[in-house]
């Protein structure tokens, strides 16, 4: 198996992106609302989402080290997979009102994504340096394809399932994994090479570390205030009066703008820098966060979710960028910066919880 020097089955790849990305805005949005209704304890209602983002952090390093070892086709294709029988383990638990289970479905849906997100690394790792901020910002760009479907899918599914609450939407994020496999069994076999000098790594130890702490830092914060909004907004959206399934609305057009400033991120990156764009992301997040705790009206929290979404995808862009500028990184370093960033989501929930 050849490293991975070109951009093969890239279309294929956004596809795939899209398929996560899609199985992401179906769970996110129910998990704080279906933890309030089945938790045994109100103090226990963000563990869902919590065990979702834990999950996460713990498939970060595996990921690396598998899809370096076995290429993009298996890597993905376990972490879909993962992501099959999260989605299954998640809806059986809704149906039969456990809560244990619904946690445990969501801890493997969780993988999945740590796997998922390894997916702009690829794509990064594809393209040269002059077309890397194309690539990236197009592979994200297909995110926005979840945010338009993401309703309509949810609305059919719990319709099916009605009067199991979340039911239905947990069987289609099922759905869109299985999705996620078959795209991942098609891809060009390729492995990511991560290698590094290690004699080179520990002459520059600084350079090193300005390299990976800075991006890892801004993402870090933007992803802690991205997940604190997602664990506070669709709770807040129904003390004010929005229905549980209209959330689901709100949610999607928060996933647009988490994945739509991409694919103007390139732009703005070679005018201003990849990472000044991503402080002005961490920015809009940070006000964005702020803005849903000091409103109390449906609008107002509509407007501050669209500012947090659209602050994490100009930061996530733009340190995704500058931690590739300098060549590539080490397997260990991907996944420390992953697992560093989801962390701190899971630390942005707990935060939201609040």
Request: proline share 5%.
């Amino acid at each position: 198996m050849r490293p991975l020097r070109r951009a093969p089955g890239e279309a294929r790849l956004a596809v795939g992106f899209a398929l996560v990305v899609l199985a992401q805005a179906l769970t996110i949005g129910v998990l704080p609302l279906a933890g309030a209704m089945l938790a045994p304890d109100p103090r226990l209602a963000a563990l869902p989402l919590a065990a979702l983002l834990l999950g996460a952090a713990a498939a970060s390093v595996p990921a690396s080290f598998l899809l370096d070892a076995f290429g993009r086709r298996a890597g993905f294709a376990l972490g879909a997979g993962l992501g099959v029988a999260g989605g299954l383990i998640g809806a059986h638990g809704l149906y039969t009102a456990s809560f244990r289970e619904l946690v445990i479905g969501c801890a493997w849906l969780g993988a999945a994504q740590g796997f998922g997100m390894f997916y702009r690394h690829a794509a990064a790792f594809g393209a040269g340096a002059g077309g890397r901020s194309a690539a990236v910002g197009k592979l994200m760009g297909a995110g926005v394809l979840a945010g338009l479907i993401g309703p309509a899918l949810a609305g059919w599914a719990e319709g099916l399932f009605t009067p199991f609450a979340f039911v239905g939407t947990l069987l289609a994020a099922a759905l869109a994994q299985l999705g996620v496999l078959l795209f991942a069994v098609l891809l060009p076999e390729a492995r990511v090479s991560h290698a590094v000098d290690p004699v080179e790594a520990v002459r520059r130890p600084v350079a090193g570390w300005r390299a990976w702490g800075p991006p890892t830092l801004i993402a870090a914060l933007a992803w802690a205030a991205m997940s604190a909004a997602m664990s506070g907004v669709p709770l807040g959206l129904v003390a004010c009066g929005v229905a549980g399934p209209a959330v689901t609305g709100f949610v999607a057009w928060h996933v647009v703008a988490m994945y739509a400033p991409a694919l103007a991120g390139g732009v703005l990156a070679e005018r201003f820098g990849a990472f000044r764009v991503a402080v002005a992301g961490l920015a809009l997040a940070v006000a964005g966060l702020a803005a849903t705790r000091l409103t109390g009206d449906v609008g107002g929290l509509a407007l501050a979710f669209l500012g947090v979404g659209a602050g994490w995808s100009l930061a996530t862009f733009g340190t995704t960028l500058a931690l590739h500028a300098q060549g590539p990184s080490s397997r260990a370093r991907l996944a420390l910066h992953d697992g560093a960033i989801l962390l701190a989501a899971l630390a942005g929930v707990l935060l939201g919880a609040m």
